[in-house]
């Protein structure tokens, strides 16, 4: 019963529970309701005439009664420790989920619009639309990148536009 709870319950405990006093908390207490369940079972068992546990009734093995408490103990530490690898492998999964994935966060351009060539340029719209081509063909040549929105004065950047460098 304590491999069972050991197996299913220490490592979620301990991944799900940020605070790691409240998640030891609760797996000792988890596990002492176990244990104490397993060890009456086990004596119950045992009065009633079962040699699996303890040896003859009511001659038991002291060694067998000592490696029971060993065993026992063995489990309940790989629980506490299962209740930490799960708290930090909850922490590490936070940080790498709230990090960037670009290092260095660079401000990207915005492509300009007909409106914004007309205001600068000051023409008609046939004569914006080539300008605007003439913009993003000298920018795209520049290397600027179009992926976010924000852009700086027009005189930054070929086209007056930011470059994503």
């Keep these: 019963m304590e491999l069972i709870i050991l197996i299913l319950a220490a490592l979620p405990i ?3 529970v940020r605070n790691r006093t409240a998640a030891f908390i609760g797996y000792i207490a988890l596990q002492a309701f176990v244990f104490t369940f397993q060890s009456i079972s086990l004596v119950i068992e045992w009065v009633g005439g079962s040699t699996k546990a303890f040896g003859d009734y009511p001659d038991a093995s ?3 009664v000592y490696s029971y408490a060993v065993v026992n103990l063995f489990i309940y530490a790989a629980g506490l420790g ?3 690898l799960g708290q930090r492998l909850a922490r590490r ?3 790498r989920s709230s990090a960037s994935l670009d ?3 660079r401000p990207r351009a915005v492509p300009p619009s007909v409106g914004d ?3 600068r340029v000051g023409v008609g719209p046939v004569a914006a639309g080539l300008a605007l081509v003439e913009a993003l063909t000298a920018a795209t040549s520049s290397g600027v990148s179009w ?4 852009r700086s004065s027009p005189a930054s950047a070929p086209g007056g536009w930011t ?3």
Excluded: Q
């Design 14 to 16: 301990g991944f799900f």
């Design 147 to 150: 992926k976010s929105k924000t």
């Design 62 to 64: 002291t060694g067998d």
């Design 163 to 165: 470059s994503g460098r």
């Design 93 to 95: 999964r936070a940080v």
């Design 82 to 84: 299962l209740v930490i």
């Design 103 to 105: 290092p260095v966060a």
């Design 117 to 119: 060539v007309v205001e």
